[in-house]
């Protein structure tokens, strides 16, 4: 006998979430492909590639990495749990899944592909590889961003430019060190979301 609907219908938002996650880091058209492909460097010896993105991916949709729809703060759409109980949790079942949605689950992603290699890096420099990672992603897509809120547009703005100078978006497996992103991690601590007192990140 068929299970009546309103016995999945709550699982429904998120099942539709892990897939977009999944599609996002490992998906099957050409396009996306190289846009996902062109992530590969490392910053002070934290590797951040397309491989280890895919392996998210994986774990996404083999539930190891958990999806979950909750309060994120006033300052992100999405965060990333790390550890036992590790998780993607976005802020809004209800989206469209267009680049700024897709570039955040990129970002997410690299966090999470530390969580699974077991590697902890310092937190400004998890947070400068998550920028980085997610501005070439849009870079090798050929496309510009607009981010209207301060503190955010400088991290973007920062991370552009080093992605920018490096060519990280067209040059692959560069080993970028903690000095070439300077402003990077100076707009990322001047953001209030990143601030000592700032839960979940």
């Known amino acids: 006998m068929a299970l009546p609907w309103v016995c999945i219908s709550p699982n429904v938002p998120r ?13 099957e058209e050409a396009y996306p492909r190289r846009r996902i492909a062109a992530i590969d460097f490392s910053l002070e010896g934290f590797a951040v590639t397309a491989e280890r993105l895919r392996g998210v991916a994986s774990a996404v949709g ?26 993607f949790t976005l802020a809004s079942s209800e989206f469209e899944p267009d680049d700024n949605w897709r570039s955040q689950s990129v970002h997410e992603a ?9 590697e902890r890096p310092p937190s400004e420099l998890d947070e400068a590889a998550a920028y980085l990672g997610e501005t070439v992603w849009f870079r090798a897509g050929g496309l510009a961003r607009t981010v209207r809120a301060p503190a955010a547009a400088a991290i973007h703005g920062a991370a ?28 990322i601590n001047g953001h209030p979301g990143y601030a000592p007192s700032a839960a979940g990140r």
């Open 15 to 27: 099942m539709i979430l892990r897939w977009r996650i999944m599609q996002t880091l490992d998906p």
């Open 62 to 87: 083999e539930g190891r990495i958990g999806v979950e729809v909750a309060g994120t703060g006033p300052n992100f759409a999405a965060a990333y749990t790390l550890g036992a109980n590790r998780r």
């Open 110 to 118: 690299v966090h999470a592909a530390f969580d699974l290699a077991g």
């Open 160 to 187: 552009n430019a080093v992605v920018a100078r490096l060519a990280l978006h067209t040059t692959l497996r560069q080993r970028v060190r903690r000095d070439q992103v300077r402003e990077l991690i100076a707009a």
